[in-house]
């Protein structure tokens, strides 16, 4: 089976992994890129992570959370075949 223009691939992921160690998120967002280069001839849709509602807002996680969020909404918008949905529990 492979995957073509009328497909999707949709990636979410949580909070759980996402702690005080900026190298760990680096490294994320480049095999994240590296996905979205490998697979460009479908869909791809991610979804941000989500704020832990159990911390402080300005914790160092949830700023960690914010930082990879932008960073990879950055990214997204560099590939045409990329979405990035942008969820927001406080709204």
Same mark, same amino acid.
């Given at each position: 089976?492979?995957?073509?223009? /009328?497909?999707?691939?949709?990636?979410?992921?949580?909070?759980? &992994?996402?702690?005080?160690?900026?190298?760990?998120?680096? =490294?994320?967002?480049?095999?994240?890129?590296?996905?979205?280069? /490998?697979?460009?001839?479908?869909?791809?849709?991610?979804?941000?992570?989500?704020?832990?509602? &159990?911390?402080? #807002?300005?914790?160092?996680?949830?700023? =960690?959370?914010?930082?990879?969020?932008?960073?990879?909404? #950055?990214?997204?918008?560099?590939?045409?075949?990329?979405?990035?949905? /942008?969820?927001?529990?406080?709204?």
């Amino acid at each position: 089976m492979s995957l073509g223009r /009328k497909d999707a691939i949709v990636i979410s992921g949580g909070t759980n &992994d996402i702690g005080n160690n900026s190298t760990k998120r680096n =490294e994320t967002l480049v095999m994240m890129t590296q996905f979205m280069q /490998k697979y460009n001839n479908t869909n791809i849709i991610f979804v941000n992570i989500p704020q832990r509602h &159990d911390l402080a #807002k300005n914790s160092r996680t949830n700023l =960690e959370i914010q930082a990879f969020n932008t960073k990879l909404s #950055k990214i997204a918008t560099l590939f045409s075949h990329v979405t990035l949905i /942008k969820i927001d529990f406080n709204s």
